[in-house]
């Protein structure tokens, strides 16, 4: 019903149901959260860890300088996003990878 766009309603929710758990900190899933969320956040005095889209890095091609080149890619332009909000605290540079 309400979509996949940014719901400002449901991300206040949210925080708020995190604040009522005692929530101080939270690890994004598979990819780069939107803005409005890192604000709340930020706001909100919770902690990220901030993780890039490398998701079940496993096979031989995840690893060719291809792929790896475009990681470092990605993985720049979450830095630069990020580096001055209060509520991250480290990137994690990839979920649930080979080794």
């Given amino acids: 019903i309400r979509g996949k766009?940014?719901?400002l309603p449901l991300i206040a929710k949210d925080?708020?149901?995190?604040k009522?758990?005692?929530v101080n900190c939270f690890r994004t899933s598979h990819y780069p959260y939107a803005d409005e969320i890192m604000d709340m956040a930020d706001r909100h005095g919770i902690?990220?860890?901030d993780e890039c889209p490398g998701v079940g890095i496993k096979s031989k091609?995840?690893?060719s300088n291809k792929s790896l080149t475009h990681h470092l890619e990605v993985m720049d332009e979450l830095v630069r996003r990020d580096k001055n909000r209060p509520s991250v605290i480290m990137w994690s540079v990839a979920n649930e990878p080979a080794s």
């Fill in 47 to 49: 902690v990220v860890i």
């Fill in 15 to 18: 925080f708020n149901l995190l």
């Fill in 5 to 7: 766009g940014v719901d």
């Fill in 20 to 22: 009522w758990l005692g």
């Fill in 61 to 63: 091609e995840n690893f």
